[in-house]
């Protein structure tokens, strides 16, 4: 089994920053994509970023020079830092990997349990 464990949210003002981390556990042989997803009430979950076991990367527009997501794949982690942040920012966000395990042929797609950002105007 594996365990996708997330910290870092919380509440921030407008303009603030925020770091989120995951840390991915259990039976790993390799990790392809991670990525962060975000749920705002009312609304359904959207990609934020993604980033490639080469590292490329991609966002979701409204994100794009505020937001940046990185990797270590020594460690299994994968982090989101947030920079100028606004309202609309506001979610639960999930962290997300593309897990193979050992004994296993297909990479299987697992999440975290969300963890809440809060952005105040």
């Known amino acids: 089994q594996v365990q996708l464990v997330e910290s870092g949210g919380g509440l921030v003002q407008t303009g603030g920053s925020l770091r989120l981390s995951c840390a991915a556990s259990?039976?790993?042989?390799?990790?392809?994509?991670m990525a962060w997803y975000r749920q705002a009430p009312g609304k359904e979950r959207e990609l934020v970023a993604v980033?490639?076991?080469?590292?490329?990367?991609n966002y979701v527009d409204s994100v794009k020079g505020r937001f940046t997501i990185s990797r270590d794949n020594v460690k299994n982690t994968v982090d989101l830092q947030m920079n100028s942040l606004k309202p609309e920012d506001t979610a639960v966000y999930y962290c997300n990997a593309a897990v193979l395990s050992h004994y296993s042929s297909t990479y299987k797609a697992y999440w975290g349990q969300g963890t809440q950002v809060t952005v105040s105007s």
């Open positions: 259990g039976n790993i042989a390799s990790i392809n994509a």
């Open positions: 980033i490639n076991s080469d590292a490329s990367t």
